[in-house]
């Protein structure tokens, strides 16, 4: 359904974020995006939802497609507008609005009344702890509290592609859990396709279909998240060893330094 | 009169006229929150507004088109002139920092100065009568019919704004994209749209406060000194606070009222620059105005 | 394929004030042509192009002056035309009422302006740019008020009478005169100025001026580097103040308009902000487009009545600062630099 190819994103027209990326999210799937920090997660997020441009960003190279039709190059507003919802890495939310008032902006959209507060009683049964507060400033709430309420309010949008910039960033590990549960029900309830950036690559392999490691701006690996989660392939990209790059075998138990025949 | 009478004489007419200075800095602090742009040529918004509904409603000895077709066409006047503003000058500016476009709001006031002599000349103009004219007495008070007027038409216009923006979906985008502008253009709001109702609320705005006191004191370039009482009155309400408007609107132009009366006979010329002295009290006690919400950065 | 243009070569020659045989060369024909400027207006044969000369030098050493409170510092003063008033004034009175000879009064004014520009600074030091702007805009109305108040300053007549400086027996009195000691004293402005810009003083203004928590960081005490900002930018104005008092011989309120502080700040962004040329370039710049206007206007080509063309000069004014600001922010300078640099790498373009 979406589908990125041979990305290059350059920054202020000289720093070079992205050299050769190419990935792909299926109807229906959750793809995760791992990588250190620097890799290059981020930045692919932004040149999928347009948000590279607002940040001095360009695509130099390479296209964007949704269902077949091109979208890179155009504003984000225009992208959310075909069902691409761009949750930002931090916390967005809008601090001098209330919770309610924030997911009534993320269905700012929508124009269907009777759906909209259908959508709005569901946010808060799929996120009950946001429900008692309902009228607080979102500003006040705490950061797990205010990551629940932006996936929550992206969800109101009713995306066909939740796009979600490390939302496990400063959570304790109880509501990472969570988090990732309650994006995996909303996948199997509503069919929304996800491309997840994590760091914590362990807890973004449990709940996704397939994965893309990142490093130094190109694709380091790829594979279903059973196969990558054994593979030393995520670990050496994180560490930046093996320079060989050799696969190693399965049979090498998970955490063995790679290379370890060759250092003497 | 007696002392009561005189009081409340002071305050009630400053309360009159202290809701159009309200009104009237509403449309700057729209200006600053939504394009955050500090926009000094605000004045000159305000006169053009004033001289444009004087070229079509033209003065009480010749008056030129009726009431409604002139309110009409300054409205659409006014509008094409917001949207000139924004998409020639403003929309390159976003992004840019808070200096740049301030700098670029002092070079329009002085275009618009000039524009505006050359077009209407120095001379003061009467506007001709929108609404009725003459004093009114309440009790042993009293007021002048134009400023019960004026005072009217501000709060319904103030609160339009308050429902505007707390119920309807635009309002509602324009205030997220106050907060997070990227986030909001990331659930679907429209950068240009913003920008573009941004600067015609805040022509039309200032259009509506300058026709107000021109009603009052004639239409000139002089008008264009509100944006003195304008900046006063952001500053002492909060600068990206539409209540604090309203709050600071009263306090200053009761305060000018009682000072101008108890204080100016012991010193000539106090009442002119009470509000210098305000806007340096309130910067020093509470710099981010009485209803402001942004702190300012301390270093 | 051959050099174009004088590299850097070395540090010592980077470091240089002048750096090259070339700008040697072009400085003593600047200084020639400068030295001889007043022969070669009067050959025009119209008087006001050296009055205009004269002032266009007051002028430069006043925004000199701004140049460095908002174009290095960051300090938007919207009371400049003020600290100028005040100089004059303050030079007026020491040599009217005190009796103090042009030389005495005239670095004593410069000095008490400075210290004005301290006081005023102070409520705003600490306060986000901008709030330093309404805070200096608002000392802009005190001011007048102040003087327009007090009986000893002559209140909305002014002082009149100001003389004007004695070199050794000569008394400075045509526009002949004048040109060189303006001259000398704007050439030592911005030496000064540029100077200025390469010191620890310096460097830490325009630190404060791109980020202060980062420049507090290094060790920069802000608000103190703030307050040095104001006080060097106010002794400019000061000394031209009293520069313009003596020339003029002549002191009133209405001299000083808060236009004229918005043109100053025109000036900067239309030269370009932070470089000492740069202030010299937006002066000569805009003093000259409002010159021509002038000149068009009074000639009878177009027929203009005077207030028109104060109009349209405010429109052309206006007008120039939108468009520098729009398209070339970095003001000519820039502009200059890019035509500089482009002649240096062709046919490698940019």
Redesign the interface.
């Given at each position: 359904m979406l589908v990125a190819s041979g990305l290059k994103a350059v920054y202020g027209g000289v720093v070079r974020a992205l050299e050769d990326v190419s990935l792909a999210v299926p109807e229906r799937g959750i793809v995760a995006l791992l990588g250190s920090n620097g890799s290059g997660k981020s930045t692919a997020l932004k040149s999928v939802s347009g948000v590279l441009k607002t940040e001095d960003g360009d695509l130099t190279e390479g296209k964007v497609e949704l269902d077949g039709r091109r979208i890179d190059g155009l504003v984000p507003e225009r992208i959310a507008r075909l069902g691409v919802c761009h949750v930002l890495q931090g916390r967005s939310v809008f601090p001098q609005l209330t919770t309610e008032d924030n997911l009534l902006m993320g269905a700012y959209l929508r124009r269907d009344r009777q759906g909209i507060h259908e959508d709005l009683a569901r946010a808060f049964e799929y996120f009950p702890g946001l429900a008692p507060l309902r009228a607080r400033k979102s500003g006040y709430l705490s950061g797990g509290e205010q990551q629940m309420l932006v996936i929550a309010r992206a969800l109101m949008s009713r995306p066909r592609v939740l796009l979600l910039d490390e939302p496990s960033l400063g959570l304790a590990p109880g509501i990472i859990r969570e988090l990732l549960s309650i994006l995996r029900r909303i996948r199997d309830e509503e069919g929304t396709a996800m491309l997840i950036a994590e760091q914590n690559a362990v807890a973004a392999l449990g709940v996704a279909d397939f994965g893309y490691v990142l490093q130094g701006g190109r694709v380091a690996a790829s594979g279903a998240s059973a196969e990558l989660a054994e593979h030393t392939r995520v670990a050496s990209a994180y560490m930046g060893l093996g320079e060989d790059g050799a696969f190693l075998s399965r049979h090498d138990a998970p955490g063995t330094p790679p290379g370890g025949e060759g250092q003497q | 009169m007696d002392t009561v009478t005189t009081l409340l004489q002071l305050v009630l007419s400053g309360v009159l006229v202290g809701s159009v200075y309200g009104l009237t800095a509403m449309g700057f602090v729209v200006a600053y929150r939504n394009a955050r742009v500090f926009n000094i040529a605000y004045g000159q918004f305000a006169v053009l507004g004033a001289f444009l509904a004087w070229t079509f409603l033209g003065s009480p000895q010749s008056p030129r088109l009726p009431l409604a077709v002139a309110v009409v066409l300054t409205l659409l006047a006014v509008v094409a002139f917001g949207l000139a503003v924004e998409r020639l000058l403003f929309r390159r500016m976003i992004g840019r920092p808070l200096f740049a476009s301030f700098v670029l709001s002092l070079g329009l006031l002085a275009f618009l100065h000039g524009v505006i002599m050359i077009a209407w000349g120095p001379s003061t103009k009467v506007l001709a009568a929108a609404v009725p004219t003459g004093p009114l007495a309440l009790g042993d008070v009293v007021v002048s019919r134009e400023f019960v007027w004026s005072f009217a038409i501000a709060l319904a216009a103030t609160i339009g704004f308050a429902l505007f923006f707390r119920f309807t979906r635009l309002g509602l985008a324009m205030r997220a994209a106050y907060d997070n502008e990227v986030a909001a253009r990331c659930l679907g709001a429209s950068a240009s749209l913003n920008s573009q109702i941004t600067w015609v609320l805040s022509a039309v705005i200032a259009a509506v406060g300058g026709i107000l006191m021109a009603t009052v004191s004639g239409v000139s370039i002089g008008l264009s000194e509100l944006v003195m009482v304008v900046l006063a009155v952001v500053l002492i309400g909060g600068m990206d606070s539409l209540a604090g408007c309203v709050l600071g609107g009263l306090i200053l132009a009761v305060g000018t009222n009682l000072t101008g009366y108890y204080l100016s006979p012991l010193l000539p010329g106090i009442a002119g620059i009470f509000s210098m002295l305000l806007i340096l009290g309130v910067l020093v006690i509470r710099p981010t105005g009485l209803l402001g919400s942004r702190p300012i950065e301390r270093v | 394929m051959r050099r174009r243009g004088r590299g850097r070569t070395d540090y010592a020659r980077d470091l240089a004030l002048v750096s090259s045989g070339q700008q040697w060369l072009a400085l003593a024909v600047l200084a020639l042509v400068l030295g001889l400027l007043p022969l070669l207006l009067a050959w025009t044969g119209n008087r006001s192009w050296l009055t205009f000369t004269n002032f266009t030098l007051i002028t430069i050493i006043a925004v000199i002056g701004l140049n460095v409170t908002t174009g290095m510092a960051?300090l938007?003063s919207l009371g400049h035309s003020a600290f100028i008033m005040v100089g004059g004034y303050l030079a007026a009175l020491l040599m009217l009422e005190a009796g103090w000879s042009f030389w005495a009064a005239l670095p004593a004014a410069t000095l008490m302006t400075g210290v004005v520009g301290l006081v005023v600074a102070a409520?705003?030091i600490?306060?986000?740019?901008?709030?330093v702007?309404?805070?200096t805009?608002?000392f802009f109305?005190?001011a007048q008020?102040i003087l327009?108040?007090l009986d000893i300053t002559g209140g909305i007549h002014g002082l009149i009478g100001i003389p004007s400086p004695v070199i050794g027996g000569l008394r400075i009195r045509t526009d002949q005169h004048w040109y060189y000691l303006l001259l000398v004293v704007g050439v030592l402005c911005v030496l000064a100025s540029a100077n200025l810009t390469r010191s620890r003083m310096g460097r830490a203004f325009l630190a404060i001026r791109e980020n202060?928590?980062a420049a507090?960081g290094l060790g920069i005490n802000?608000?103190l580097t703030r307050l040095r900002a104001f006080f060097v930018g106010s002794l400019f104005a000061g000394l031209a103040g009293g520069l313009w008092a003596s020339y003029v011989s002549v002191i009133r309120l209405d001299q000083f308009t808060i236009?004229d502080s918005?043109w100053y700040?025109?000036m900067i962004?239309i030269g370009g902000g932070g470089k000492t040329a740069g202030a010299v370039v937006g002066v000569l710049f805009l003093r000259l487009i409002g010159q021509v206007l002038h000149v068009i206007g009074t000639s009878g080509w177009i027929p203009l009545s005077s207030?028109?063309a104060i109009?349209?000069?405010?429109?052309?004014?206006?007008?120039?600062?939108?468009l520098?600001?729009?398209f070339w922010?970095l003001g000519l300078m820039s502009v200059w630099q890019k035509i500089r640099v482009n002649y240096k790498r062709w046919p490698f373009g940019v």
């Open positions: - | - | 960051g938007v409520p705003a600490r306060l986000k740019g901008f709030y702007a309404i805070v805009l608002a109305f005190i008020f327009r108040s202060d928590v507090a802000v608000p236009w918005i700040l025109g962004v207030n028109l109009y349209i000069t405010h429109t052309v004014y206006g007008l120039a600062v939108i520098f600001v729009s922010p």
